[in-house]
């Protein structure tokens, strides 16, 4: 049966633009050039769709090279009028580690901005296979710490830090969270997991109904897992912190809200991830929504369900940032 039968109806608009954008779906496989230039355009659509307030500065800053890495690139967003130290809101990106770019970011940095005050980053870390594990998580680990050790500069509360992601970003923002508590660079007050891709070892259906899945299907996974990993792909040597479902010691992360939709390929291994992470004593939002598919909330972000899930954001962060003002 065909899986658009299970698609939210006020979802599907948004699946038929990004069809009409995409195709099909992107063959990152059989060709990861074309398949980025694809995904850039889409999300370029996107961007020039959202609509940035007076009241919000957009500017870029880069993390200078050093020690025998890049500089790392992020694009920022903050009000223009805070006054006193603003929380930090990191995000990463998605892409399956093949694809994307810092400004697929903006729907989100903008909403930390413009509602909480935050100063908002969206690293550009190296995409894979060009950089392999672990050179974009220590990207994003490097802005990261850049941000915090210049925190006067940028005018940053470095006690009031939310990281977050989505799809691979996700991944990479669970993985940042691990590195960061066994490296004790920075107390975290939570962390934004959405639909994360945490799981090198995930070939399964979403469900039984569904064979494959819509914008990110098995194939691309694979593809996306295998670029990312290199010669470790495929063993038992995987690292937790590029494979974040192989952690078994959850405990110590902050508090974490994890979505996904029911016709996500990443619905089992988010599942099994949030259970790990209440099992650890964490704090852990997760919410299942059916009739969404991967990205819902931001290929279709006018829709009733994907305007709850980014409300649901908020109200995560919100709540973590006046109990720290408490």
């Known amino acids: 049966m065909a899986i658009s039968k299970y698609v939210d109806p006020d979802l599907r608009p948004g699946l038929a633009r990004l069809k009409a954008l995409v195709g099909e779906g992107l063959d990152v496989a059989k060709d990861l050039a074309a398949s980025r230039e694809s995904s850039n355009a889409r999300d370029e659509t996107l961007v020039e769709a959202l609509q940035i307030p007076q009241t919000v500065h957009q500017d ?37 580690y093949v694809l994307g770019t810092a400004k697929q970011g903006d729907l989100f940095t903008l909403m930390a901005a413009e509602h909480l005050g935050c100063f908002a980053a969206s690293v550009e870390y190296r995409l894979a296979p060009e950089a392999a594990y672990p050179e974009p998580l220590e990207d994003c680990y490097r802005g990261l710490k850049y941000l915090l050790d210049h925190a006067d500069d940028f005018n940053i509360d470095p006690t009031r830090v939310i990281i977050g992601g989505v799809s691979a970003g996700g991944g990479l923002a669970a993985g940042l969270g691990l590195l960061v508590r066994d490296r004790a660079a920075v107390s975290l007050l939570g962390q934004v997991l959405l639909y994360p891709m945490l799981d090198d070892r995930n070939v399964a259906p979403a469900s039984e109904a569904v064979a494959d899945t819509l914008v990110w299907s098995r194939k691309a996974n694979a593809f996306g897992w295998q670029s990312y990993l290199g010669a470790a792909y495929g063993s038992d040597e995987v690292p937790i912190y590029a494979a974040p479902a192989r952690a078994q010691d959850l405990s110590g992360l902050p508090p974490t809200y994890l979505p996904v939709g029911d016709l996500d390929l990443f619905l089992q291994e988010n599942l099994d991830y949030a259970q790990k992470l209440t099992r650890a004593g964490v704090p852990t939002h997760f919410h299942i929504y059916p009739g969404a598919f991967h990205g819902f909330n931001g290929f279709a972000a006018e829709a009733p369900v994907s305007q709850n899930c980014n409300a649901e954001i908020l109200s995560f962060m919100r709540k973590l940032l006046s109990e720290a003002n408490q």
């Open 60 to 96: 870029s800053l880069t993390c200078p090279a050093g020690e025998g890495h890049p500089s790392v690139d992020m694009r920022v967003m903050h009000p223009r009028d805070a006054s006193g130290p603003r929380p930090l809101f990191y995000w990463m990106h998605g892409g399956g």
